[in-house]
């Protein structure tokens, strides 16, 4: 089965909606966003446990740019989005868990979920994608927004030669990845009343969240993250003995006793410690190919590590790429 789609997105996280957006708001509708999970919002992710509900990637997101500011006061204006806490930079949350947020911004854009592009190869009017299912996607522009290392990949599946200065700064781009233990517990946790805490852990511990307190779950659901280091020592351990060393690391917070169940999340891309300090990166082939992501730093922002801003500023600047470069085409 072959389709025709001339704009496709492939990686349904806050850079890849924010890209489609972006073309969708000045006219551009042949776009398809494909997304290999069974949602969008990639680490923009939350998980049903019981009635109850765990954010267990972006917990919140803070704001240094006017241009994202923007934003988030309509989010506040629509109840999209609340303040949580912070005083120098606010952290914001949405109101139904992250997942949904994401939902909402992807809700008029064409999506294909649980798809993954296995292969992209260049043809006379654009790219050929082969979906794992053995479809065919025909696309006149592609903008690519997976971490960096997958984005590279994907590219290079097909056999498609990029510049050796474009290969570099993927490399250059590094991800540590996280751990992420998920709880239910019976009786309320030692976590400060807004629910975070995120000093004066011990050591492998990043975060505790608990989202009763935060104000999405009607039930004690906590999520512990361990430092990227540590993760990274443990990835490859049994999520059975992980989630025993998470809980032994953990037991001054919470009540072991009144657990109910616990799994483990495992993010392989959880956070750039290495990444580019430009929105986006453009292939320079033939017919637009670009690769996005919070990896992509605006020059505009003046934080020092990658978050959900990041992811949305290089969507936004992608998409505008895009379309002055599909305008320089036609003209």
């Keep these: 089965m072959s389709k025709e789609a001339p704009i496709v997105i492939i990686g349904g996280g806050m850079s890849g909606i924010m890209a489609a957006r972006t073309?969708?708001?000045?006219?551009?509708?042949?776009?398809?966003?494909?997304?290999?999970?069974?949602?969008?919002?990639?680490?923009?992710?939350?998980?049903?446990?019981?009635?109850?509900?765990?954010?267990?990637?972006?917990?919140?997101?803070?704001?240094?740019?006017?241009?994202?500011?923007?934003f988030v006061d309509d989010w506040m204006k629509n109840g999209t989005v609340k303040r949580w806490f912070g005083e120098d930079h606010p952290r914001y949350f949405s109101v139904e868990g992250m997942n949904s947020f994401a939902k909402k911004l992807a809700a008029d854009i064409p999506v294909r979920l649980q798809t993954k592009i296995e292969e992209m190869k260049k043809q006379p009017d654009g790219y050929v994608l082969?979906?794992?299912?053995?479809?065919?996607?025909?696309?006149?522009?592609?903008?690519?927004?997976?971490?960096?290392?997958?984005?590279?990949?994907?590219?290079?599946?097909?056999g498609l030669r990029l510049k050796a200065d474009v290969i570099q700064k993927l490399e250059q781009i590094v991800f540590q990845p996280c751990l992420v233990g998920l709880?239910?517990?019976i009786e309320p946790t030692n976590l400060p009343n807004h629910g975070h805490l995120d000093a004066e852990l011990p050591q492998g511990v990043l975060r505790l969240v608990d989202h009763e307190k935060k104000g999405i779950s009607p039930i004690v659901t906590?999520?512990?993250?361990?430092?990227?280091?540590?993760?990274?020592?443990?990835?490859?351990?049994?999520?059975?003995?992980?989630?025993?060393?998470?809980?032994?690391?953990?037991?001054?917070?919470?009540?072991?006793?009144?657990?109910?169940?616990?799994?483990?999340?495992?993010?392989?891309?959880?956070?750039?410690?290495q990444f580019l300090r430009q929105p986006f990166l453009n292939t320079n082939l033939d017919h637009p190919l670009l690769v996005a992501g919070d990896a992509f730093l605006h020059p505009e922002d003046p934080?020092?590590?990658?978050?959900?801003?990041?992811?949305?500023?290089?969507?936004?600047?992608?998409?505008?790429?895009?379309?002055?470069?599909?305008q320089q085409y036609s003209s």
């Design 183 to 185: 709880f239910h517990f």
């Design 303 to 326: 934080a020092k590590s990658t978050r959900l801003e990041s992811a949305f500023l290089s969507g936004v600047a992608v998409g505008e790429e895009l379309i002055r470069l599909l």
């Design 222 to 273: 906590v999520s512990v993250y361990m430092t990227g280091e540590w993760s990274k020592d443990h990835y490859d351990l049994s999520d059975e003995e992980v989630l025993e060393k998470i809980k032994q690391l953990t037991r001054a917070y919470v009540n072991a006793d009144s657990l109910i169940s616990s799994q483990l999340k495992k993010w392989r891309y959880a956070e750039a410690v």
């Design 23 to 70: 073309l969708r708001e000045q006219g551009y509708k042949d776009i398809l966003l494909v997304e290999k999970s069974r949602s969008v919002g990639g680490r923009m992710a939350t998980r049903r446990i019981e009635n109850g509900k765990v954010d267990h990637g972006a917990q919140f997101f803070t704001v240094r740019t006017e241009r994202f500011q923007g």
């Design 130 to 158: 082969t979906t794992d299912q053995g479809e065919t996607i025909h696309a006149s522009a592609v903008i690519v927004t997976a971490p960096a290392p997958q984005a590279k990949a994907l590219i290079e599946s097909g």
